[in-house]
């Protein structure tokens, strides 16, 4: 009777899990830009940069808008795979990292497209961990 009933408790289970497929929530920014407010999907943001005590959201066509919340609470909103903070003021998507390499001091300097004003460092306490980021698919 047990094996009987741990079997078909199985079954349930498993079909549970194979039916149900989890939903990717998608993500949009909303900013402003003058009279105008724009509804920005998450593939399209190449990266939210702290510029001058200020967070901004940069498209990946370059645009920079100004966005109202701090870079703790994008993270959260963000998706994981997509989006890695690569130090305190930059928080970039995977597409948008053209090139990087490791400097004397074993840190990393990040080449971001569109370009940032300032160089963009990952410290080489965090560059194993952007590295195994960066590889998965």
Same mark, same amino acid.
């Given at each position: ?23 990717? %929530?998608?993500?949009?920014?909303? /900013? ?7 509804? =920005? %999907?998450?593939?399209? /943001? ?23 919340? %701090?870079?703790?609470? =994008? ?21 948008? =990292? ?20 300032? %160089? /963009? ?17």
């Amino acid at each position: 009777y047990l094996q009987l009933y741990n079997h078909s408790h199985t079954q349930k289970i498993t079909a549970k899990i194979t039916n149900s497929t989890p939903e990717i %929530p998608v993500v949009n920014f909303v /900013v402003k830009t003058g009279s105008q407010t724009l509804n =920005i %999907p998450e593939n399209q /943001v190449a990266y939210f940069a702290i510029l001058e005590k200020y967070t901004f959201l940069v498209s990946t066509e370059g645009k920079q808008y100004l966005y109202d919340l %701090p870079l703790e609470k =994008i993270r959260e909103k963000v998706s994981t795979q997509a989006f890695f903070q690569l130090n305190r003021q930059v928080l970039a998507q995977r597409n948008c =990292i053209r090139k990087f390499h490791q400097t004397e001091t074993r840190r990393l300097l990040i080449e971001l497209n569109p370009p940032l004003s300032y %160089p /963009v460092y990952v410290a080489k306490t965090k560059v194993a961990k952007f590295n195994q980021w960066l590889g998965q698919s």
